[in-house]
């Protein structure tokens, strides 16, 4: 019975006993309505989760990392602190496609047949809006000297006026791509921004003509385009897709002099489907995100070609 007393008196004692100086002994939270009976008093999961992702999302910038959109990370991941940013790709891209694009970024197309540009893209109509500052009255340098990289490429392409939303998606300076070369049509017609444009006619022009005529035996003259400019969001995530930016281009088929049009994810031939690896395994380096059938569902029938911005030389491609 005393030994009982004591520890009790002890229980009570102890606590008060450390005294105010002890000031890094985290406070306990009173035990919550919510909580099981006899749980301790302590941080929740979600309170846990919070703070480690803020923690990351320090380190990153931290590091420089450059953003291209794709911080904050919405989903706390206490457990992976040493993740890379590139192993985040496949399944926050994965949903790219299933968002629709606005009807003015990119007309339906017959045949499009997916079903994805039908319903409005709303996703980030209720957050505070994110509308881009209206673009400055001359055109900055870089854009202009893209420009003329672009006519010595050959490149077909026309000036589109600013595009911004609320959600956050922007180009200030888009194109509307015809070509990519005197030879090479992009059909249908594509918006993005002129460092995609440079980038995907120097891709055409040095591997894409010189890989189809090697390996398929006939002169490159058209790519199908399945997207480029589009606002939307990742899938499952409030980050906005690199097509928000103007800064990736989805490539569904290839058609040649012969009349012969090779489509991605539809290969039957074994010459095809070296021609198609010969491409992907190119697109790496040049693009920083290079996805296609097998990274997972939606890039089934198309390469996914990006420019988000990543530490200098790294490449997600898969
Ligand atoms: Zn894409």
Same mark, same amino acid.
């Given at each position: ?46 309170? %846990?989760?919070? %703070?480690?992702?803020?923690? /990351? ?12 959109? /794709? ?24 949903? %790219? ?27 980030? %109509? ?25 006519? /010595? ?100 088929? +290839? ?18 489907? /070296? ?27 198309? +390469? ?11 490449? +997600?491609?898969?």
């Amino acid at each position: 019975m005393w030994a009982v007393l004591f520890a009790l008196a002890m229980a009570v004692v102890a606590p008060a006993a450390r005294g105010a100086d002890d000031v890094p002994t985290p406070q306990p939270r009173p035990v919550r309505s919510g909580d099981p009976p006899g749980a301790t008093p302590r941080e929740s999961e979600a309170e %846990k989760g919070s %703070k480690s992702a803020e923690g /990351e999302k320090g380190a990153k910038d931290e590091a420089g990392l450059p953003d291209a959109g /794709e911080v904050p990370r919405p989903e706390p991941r206490p457990d992976q602190p040493g993740e890379t940013k590139a192993e985040d790709e496949p399944p926050a891209d994965a949903g %790219k496609e299933e968002p629709s694009p606005k009807p003015e970024a990119r007309p339906d197309r017959p045949g499009d047949g997916e079903g994805k540009d039908e319903s409005p893209a709303d996703a980030g %109509k209720a957050e505070p809006s994110l509308m881009p500052p209206p673009r400055p009255a001359e055109m900055p340098a870089e854009e202009t000297a893209c420009r003329a990289r672009l006519k /010595e490429l050959g490149v077909a392409f026309e000036e589109r006026p600013q595009l911004a939303d609320a959600a956050g998606c922007s180009v200030p300076w888009p194109i509307a791509v015809s070509a990519l070369s005197k030879d090479v049509a992009l059909a249908p017609e594509a918006v993005m921004n002129c460092a995609t444009a440079q980038r995907a006619a120097e891709f055409s022009r040095d591997h894409i003509v010189p890989k189809a005529s090697a390996i398929l035996g006939s002169a490159l003259t058209s790519i199908r385009q399945d997207s480029a400019y589009v606002c939307r969001p990742r899938h499952g995530s409030a980050k906005l897709s690199e097509h928000a930016f103007g800064n990736a281009l989805d490539i569904g088929a +290839f058609t040649l002099k012969d009349g012969r049009t090779v489509e991605v994810g539809k290969v039957s031939k074994r010459q095809e489907g /070296e021609f198609m690896l010969a491409i992907r395994l190119a697109a790496c380096g040049p693009f920083t995100t290079v996805l296609g059938p097998g990274s997972d569902a939606d890039h089934a029938s198309h +390469f996914h070609f990006d420019l988000a911005a990543r530490r200098k030389g790294s490449a +997600f491609c898969q």
